[in-house]
């Protein structure tokens, strides 16, 4: 990967490339790696749809910022209309390619498939990308596999290299087994190898890292304690489908039940983290009842502080696992509630500006 960009900025005067690939596989880790490999030496923007980092604004005042310090522009501050389009950025780029004397100028940009087009002019690049690139001026970005509204550019498609991929998640599997004593006891009561041990879980898998935090973490913690190898989910879907289960979303209490699917559901639709205060008011529910909830599905959570904290969905896929299991209609949520929620002045802390 980091031979192909090598080569991409060897090459090429100016322009995009692009990561590709699944949910799960790696990209955020290789982009966040690529920041480190240039020693921070460039502008670096992260999208995330559970920190409600998806508006093109939020990514134009951080990258104007980052411009305008790192290269000393004559700015003391923004101006009005900085965020509005790509206008003021590609000013700015035009600048600092002046500047370069032959150096380059790398912008990294993750997960542009996060991102909200709804919030853009219609027609427009995603992120109001510049069509048009001074030299020495690079985009490095990574998105899902996905038709997005981008300038010209080269794809990297890591979907390709399955087979490197796979050593890279056998030598994650193994380092991870190594650290952990809990998963080894388990190996050793299944009496197993660890090789076999790896090579199963590997291809359970589908080189998919997030479904192997979330198993490894679940075998060390104890929660596979009466499962056996074959037994343990197959894929990151599989998995999901077994902890809906375990979270007896299926139980009789169906009061219960409706509490947890409206609380999930909630999440799934909110643009930015909120707090459990938040939650419970939209829910109409309990806040201790609604923090219990959040607690048993703590896994699947970001949040964002010990005191007082906001809980946000941690990743997409799962947000979309969420909808497939047509959370919304058997959450029992109503345009009602949603009309409650605006009368009470919700809807603003809870979906965001707009």
Not at 160 to 172: F, G, H, K, R
Not at 181 to 210: D, G, H, T
Request: aromatic share 10%; with cysteine.
């Amino acid at each position: 990967m980091f031979k192909a960009i090598a080569d991409f900025l060897q090459k090429n005067p100016k322009g995009y490339f692009v990561l590709e690939a699944d949910p799960g596989v790696g990209k955020s880790s290789i982009m966040a790696k690529l920041v480190l490999l240039l020693k921070r030496r460039c502008v670096a923007h992260f999208n995330s749809q559970s920190q409600g980092i998806v508006r093109a604004e939020q990514f134009l005042e951080n990258a104007c910022t980052q411009l305008i310090r790192g290269y000393q522009l004559n700015y003391p501050q923004l101006p009005e209309n900085a965020t509005r389009d790509g206008n003021f950025l590609g000013r700015l780029l035009g600048e600092v390619s002046a500047k370069l004397g032959g150096k380059k100028l790398i912008v990294v940009v993750d997960a542009l498939d996060e991102v909200d087009l709804s919030l853009q002019g219609p027609g427009s690049n995603v992120l109001y990308l510049p069509d048009a690139l001074p030299d020495n001026v690079y985009f490095i970005v990574s998105k899902q596999p996905k038709t997005l509204p981008l300038p010209n550019h080269q794809v990297f498609d890591l979907m390709q290299y399955s087979v490197q991929s796979l050593a890279d998640v056998q030598l994650y599997i193994d380092k991870r087994t190594s650290n952990s004593a809990s998963i080894q006891s388990w190996i050793n009561r299944q009496n197993l190898q660890r090789e076999q041990f790896v090579a199963a879980v590997a291809k359970k898998s589908q080189n998919n890292f997030m479904y192997l935090r979330y198993v490894l973490n679940d075998i060390d913690s104890g929660k596979y304690s009466d499962v056996n190898l074959q037994d343990l989910p197959r894929e990151l879907e599989g998995y999901y489908e077994k902890h809906w289960a375990r979270m007896e979303m299926t139980v009789p209490d169906r009061e219960l039940r409706r509490r947890k699917l409206k609380v999930i559901y909630l999440l799934t639709k909110t643009r930015k983290p909120v707090s459990c205060d938040i939650l419970a008011n939209f829910a109409k529910e309990d806040a201790l009842d609604v923090q219990e909830v959040l607690d048993d599905w703590e896994q699947f959570l970001r949040r964002n502080s010990d005191t007082l904290p906001d809980y946000s969905i941690y990743h997409a896929s799962f947000q979309r696992f969420l909808h497939r299991k047509d959370v919304v209609q058997k959450a029992g949520v109503s345009l009602e509630d949603i009309e409650t929620a605006i009368s009470d002045n919700l809807w603003e802390d809870v979906y965001g500006d707009g």
